[in-house]
């Protein structure tokens, strides 16, 4: 695994650091898992790229990966150390199809229309990877499914609303069109990072179906399966307090740094969240109404 945890280690993302939570073979394999979607989704913001040209290594990436799937030998380092995890786990070729779709949407798409259409996004770049990494931390009620589907759907919409600016300084707005329109939002203002009211409201709209999300997420964990989605429930607390943290900042994100919790912060949600698990607590720390 040393490709995959290099690559871990380098991005020092909310997603690596869940993985503290997990027994020694689990964090391999999410390792590769996190590698895996780190790599593609890096050709797809490859700007200085030609676009045809990244969709040419996507579909090289999804080669390669339907050959591990099907127990054949894939040529990229990434894939050749996810393989073993995709057999132990049963990893479907199907669910990494369905991510890369997703990623491939940021080669075509820069605005989306509506929520349904922002929806489909979410969920292939961020519920299916739920959807792959609850086959390695293992449940036992199918339900779990619908839960890593409502979270990854939070987690997003969490993201999206965070790097409004860097989207924008790339040419995408992810925030609905219909929604700009029903604010009173042009998409320049965005494209030249101005702050107003009338975005404040545009983003709390977005931040109240954010918080649909994780409620739903909470209440459809199934209660047999909590211990076992420790990181997942980890990610869950890590998003909600970074969607509070925005919401009491009104939205305003359109500084050169993007909003994050501190070292401290995330040590104390890490440390609150093994101990909870650890004595039975039953109602997660995220999605309270």
């Known amino acids: 695994m040393q490709v995959c945890n290099a690559i871990t280690r380098k991005s020092a993302s909310n997603l690596a650091l869940a ?28 700007w200085a790229t030609p676009v045809e040209e990244r ?15 099907e127990r054949q030998p894939p040529r990229f380092p990434v894939n050749q150390e996810l393989r073993p995890v995709i057999a132990r786990y049963r990893l479907p070729f199907a669910l990494f199809d369905e991510l890369l779709r997703g990623v491939e949407m940021d080669l075509d798409i820069a605005r989306y229309r509506d929520f349904d259409a922002l929806e489909l996004y979410c969920y292939r770049v961020a519920s299916v990877v739920g959807l792959l990494s609850i086959e390695i931390f293992g449940y036992r009620d199918p339900a779990c499914r619908d839960y890593a589907v409502h979270l990854g759907k939070a987690l997003q919409l969490t993201n999206i609303l965070r790097d ?5 300084a790339r040419g995408r707005i992810y925030l609905p069109l219909s929604e700009l329109q029903r604010y009173g939002v042009q998409p320049e203002e965005l494209l030249r990072f101005e702050y107003s009211s009338r975005f404040r409201a545009l983003a709390q709209s977005v931040a109240q179906r954010a918080r649909g999300f994780y409620q739903t997420a909470r209440e459809s964990l199934p209660a047999v399966d909590r211990k076992a989605m420790a990181s997942a429930e980890l990610m869950g607390s890590v998003y909600w307090r970074l969607l509070r943290k925005l919401e009491r900042r009104q939205f305003d994100v359109f500084g050169p740094t993007p909003t994050r919790l501190n070292r401290l912060q995330k040590l104390l949600l890490i440390g609150r969240t093994w101990y909870r698990l650890s004595v039975g607590a039953c109602v997660p720390n995220y999605g309270i109404p």
Not at 23 to 42: I, Q
Not at 164 to 168: F, G, N, T
């Open 19 to 46: 993985f503290i939570l997990l027994p020694k073979d689990k964090r391999a394999g999410m390792s590769a898992l996190y590698a895996f979607c780190r790599e593609v989704d890096d050709v797809a913001d490859e």
């Open 55 to 69: 969709r040419a290594r996507l579909a090289a990436w999804r080669t390669d990966v339907r050959a591990a799937c």
């Open 164 to 168: 409004v600016r860097l989207d924008a």
